[in-house]
């Protein structure tokens, strides 16, 4: 699976964004996704995933409330809302694609396929 993650950009503090990945295969929508986001110097940092096995969607403790994922099937895309956007939120961002069993949902290694990135500028 190919994925494309688009829609990053400069944003000033308290904003919005909308990031999204997009596959062109169709097999895309059998697979859970997951967005991650790496600093520099820092960790790649879970922030959200929606699981294919349950349609549940899952947060990273610091994006609850202000990040929703949602999955737009006719476009093959999945998307992430980005309101109330904090300088700390600055980062690439990437998206993923796998089958990882739920207790490895937010782990990068549960992953198998991954985007090239979208870089977020958050301005305060």
């Known amino acids: 699976v190919q994925l494309q993650a688009s829609g990053g950009g400069l944003v000033q503090a308290g904003g919005s964004l909308r990031l999204s990945c997009a596959a062109s295969?169709?097999?895309?929508?059998?697979?859970?996704v997951g967005w991650f986001r790496q600093a520099p110097g820092k960790e790649r940092e879970f922030v959200a995933a929606?699981?294919?096995?349950?349609?549940?969607?899952y947060y990273g403790d610091s994006v609850k409330g202000r990040f929703t994922i949602s999955r737009d099937k006719a476009k093959n895309t999945v998307n992430l809302q980005m309101n109330s956007l904090k300088p700390e939120d600055a980062a690439v961002y990437l998206c993923a694609a796998g089958r990882p069993i739920i207790s490895m949902i937010s782990r990068p290694s549960g992953y198998g396929y991954w985007g090239q990135g979208t870089l977020v500028t958050v301005s305060s």
């Open positions: 295969e169709r097999t895309f929508n059998s697979y859970s």
């Open positions: 929606l699981a294919v096995q349950n349609m549940h969607t």
